[in-house]
């Protein structure tokens, strides 16, 4: 009988023979098992419902927006850059919140809770691995409710301003959309990590990207007269920027005349962020909260 | 060809001011299965989800085949098939594209695939599903598809947490068959149960855990036989309640009975003293002779079964 401190035993157990079967694996490096796991991950998303919410909630907001263009002809269907700074700019920071919330926000707590966390870990497999592989998962069926928003409305603009009227900022504002997209969905894993219940995670993040942020800047922005260039939602402002022939929206601190007739109007100064800085705040986010995520996911115990 | 090991060193966990594993010291080394047993809360399932680094040890160290979990993951369990707790599978899958992601992130080639898969699924009966999706599947098929996923690579250790939950009876019975198969191979099967029988059944040893303690570790004959010291026990059941005065005079009094316990007013656990077929055929008659209602008598509990409530009531 052998106890503490070392138990151990060395009987033999049943017949040898009739034995294992040769398999040849040799194990996979980690950048090959992300490869891998990814593509298992997308195609989960490819048939899970959400897939099919995601895009049904985008067609509806291509459809909202195609009806009141159609309906009210506003002024900026007869110029290019009007047009998609209006749609594009002021809708695909939303879309990239919504596939943000819809993908990101438990991808890491669901899971915990839906255990399926557990038929992955038994793996030999590092976590950074199964963090990333489902990040480029999310990031992937994000980025095709991007495009398929982009899509309706290039579309729209073909019908409205005709089929060459493609302005080139569109595909740079693209861009910017998606580096956002990347700051926004790292930040959703991130707090996808800090839970082991959905439901905490979609609501914290809907509610800091949909509200928080930008009452944030409001207030540091207004009330404490500092530039808020640690808000995510000063940097966002880019994405529709770069399409923006309208003073106000344009990126960088300048003064604007507002107003005009009689009283000759009056002059605001606007405090936008910088193409760069817009950019460089983005990737900062996306950066610091994916490594943030990942330090999480590593220290998070499927107990 | 080293044989697979598996081995803690002060493994140690506590949650909050709970110490759920207390300093496990365990070396289990060769071609076996090994039950883990003890009641619920023993520790088990947190030493097995140590082993395979899903949670992490406040001191101590977990090794597969000599590979440290807690520093190299990845290649401690690339031996290793795991089936802690019972996993969810991806729903929008099938079987074979679950474990077509298994093994391929395992680094199983197309080939291998295509020729293990069906096998595999086979083996736990749950070939006619392939191609199914999993979202639909019961708890026990589910638990079917994992024990798969954990056979796939056809493993040097394969470590097992309860792998009978949520299977009906018939399951519970052809997963004891496939670890019974499995012990054929060089491997070695480290499988924890609160299931005595099931331990008995299966295994060749037995590592008794309780309180986050780790009471023994030996083979089920030796723990027999130094523990139970060859004792047997028959249960009576009685058709009406046998009260103690009848239990003294008459059932007592009986040759070859040591003690009397009394389990519940329809049941009694007869101890021998000796313990031979031939004795307890005779009490048989005897039993049924003295008119007390005697409806039932079944050979008690196992040895080990004894040896465990003995242990763990004295660390109670």
Avoid at chain 1, 288 to 301: H, N, Q
Avoid at chain 2, 91 to 99: C, D, F, M, V
Wanted: aromatic fraction near 10%; charged fraction near 15%; glycine fraction near 10%.
């Amino acid at each position: 009988m052998v106890a503490n401190p070392v138990a151990s035993s060395s009987v033999a157990a049943g017949p040898q023979g009739g034995g294992r079967t040769a398999i040849a694996a040799t194990l996979p490096g980690t950048l090959d098992q992300i490869v891998r796991l990814t593509r298992f991950q997308f195609r989960d998303y490819l048939r899970s419902r959400r897939f099919i919410l995601m895009f049904a909630i985008v067609g509806v907001i291509g459809l909202i927006l195609t009806s009141v263009v159609g309906y009210f002809r506003p002024a900026f269907i007869s110029d290019p850059l009007a047009f998609y700074g209006s749609l594009w700019g002021g809708g695909v920071p939303f879309v990239v919140v919504l596939a943000a919330v819809i993908y990101g926000a438990d991808a890491i707590a669901g899971e915990f809770q839906n255990k399926t966390g557990y038929f992955l870990m038994g793996l030999p497999i590092r976590r950074i691995t199964v963090y990333t592989g489902k990040f480029i998962a999310a990031f992937l069926a994000s980025l095709a409710a991007v495009a398929l928003f982009a899509a309706i409305l290039v579309a729209n603009g073909a019908y409205y301003l005709g089929g060459n009227a493609l302005p080139w900022q569109l595909g740079e504002s693209f861009i910017l959309a998606v580096v956002y997209l990347l700051a926004v969905l790292a930040a959703a894993m991130m707090f996808s990590s800090m839970f082991k219940t959905s439901s905490y995670a979609t609501l914290l993040v809907a509610l800091l990207f949909l509200i928080g942020f930008s009452l944030l800047q409001a207030v540091v922005s207004g009330l404490a007269n500092i530039t808020p260039w640690f808000v995510i939602t000063y940097a966002n402002t880019i994405i529709g920027g770069v399409l923006s022939n309208s003073c106000e929206n344009q990126p960088g601190m300048h003064t604007c005349k507002v107003g005009g007739g009689p009283g000759g109007g009056f002059s605001i100064t606007v405090n936008n962020a910088t193409i760069p800085e817009g950019a460089a705040i983005m990737i900062a986010y996306f950066l610091l909260t994916a490594v943030a995520g990942i330090f999480l996911f590593e220290r998070e115990e499927f107990s | 060809m080293t044989s697979p090991s598996i081995r803690a060193e002060g493994l140690t966990k506590r949650f909050g001011p709970t110490l759920a594993l207390d300093r496990l010291d365990l070396k289990i080394e060769g071609s076996k299965c090994v039950g883990f047993l003890g009641p619920n809360g023993a520790g088990k399932t947190t030493a097995l989800k140590m082993f395979t680094d899903m949670i992490f040890p406040t001191a101590g160290e977990a090794f597969l085949n000599e590979v440290s979990v807690q520093k190299d993951r990845k290649r401690a369990l690339a031996a290793c098939g795991v089936l802690i707790e019972t996993p969810e599978i991806y729903p929008s899958l099938t079987p074979t594209e679950a474990l077509q992601m298994v093994g391929k992130l395992r680094g199983l080639s197309d080939a291998a695939l295509a020729d293990r898969i069906p096998g595999v699924l086979a083996e736990v009966k749950m070939g006619e599903w392939a191609n199914k999706k999993v979202g639909k599947f019961s708890k026990g098929m589910k638990q079917r598809i994992n024990i798969a996923a954990a056979l796939l690579p056809d493993p040097e250790i394969l470590l097992l947490d309860e792998p009978t939950t949520g299977l009906d009876p018939r399951g519970m019975a052809e997963v004891r068959d496939i670890i019974r198969g499995l012990k054929r191979g060089q491997r070695l099967i480290f499988m924890s149960s609160h299931l005595l029988a099931e331990v008995s059944d299966v295994c060749d040893e037995v590592a008794l855990l309780n309180r986050g303690k780790l009471l023994f570790y030996d083979t089920i004959s030796n723990v027999s036989t130094q523990f139970a010291r060859g004792q047997r026990a028959i249960d009576v059941g009685f058709s009406r309640p046998i009260d103690d005065a009848t239990l003294g005079t008459k059932l007592a009094q009986l040759t070859g009975i040591a003690s009397w316990e009394r389990m519940d007013p329809l049941r009694v656990r007869l101890k021998l003293s000796g313990g031979t077929d031939g004795s307890i055929e005779r009490l048989f008659s005897e039993v049924a002779g003295l008119g007390v209602g005697a409806v039932r008598f079944q050979e008690s509990a196992s040895a080990l079964e004894e040896v465990y409530m003995t242990q763990v009531e004295r660390g109670d």
